[in-house]
């Protein structure tokens, strides 16, 4: 691991405890999110079956595995190499 993998590395953690600390109160079944991708709206909620979310899904897992929706990529599964990159548009 390079220097700057290792900094991305830090920098994801802190993010995630930073978002952990935010949501920890909260269960997640009292979470709804709505997406819009490629011009489709998708409604989700927090939970634990099959077609709700979990709290430590990632998007790449959501967007593929939840929605069904196989265009992004999933390698290494943690992040490090970029395959799993979703693009996100502010409207």
């Known amino acids: 691991m390079d220097w700057e993998e290792w900094l991305n590395k830090i920098a994801r ?16 079944e009292d979470k709804h999110i709505s997406l819009i991708i490629n011009g489709n709206q998708y409604s989700l909620e927090g939970g634990h079956e099959s077609y709700q979310i979990k709290q430590s899904d990632t998007l790449a897992h959501t967007l593929r595995e939840t929605l069904g929706l196989k265009g992004t990529k999933v390698s290494r599964d943690d992040g490090t190499c970029g395959s799993c990159t979703v693009i996100c548009l502010a409207s």
């Open 13 to 28: 953690r802190e993010m995630l405890e930073k978002v952990n600390e935010q949501t920890r109160d909260k269960s997640e």
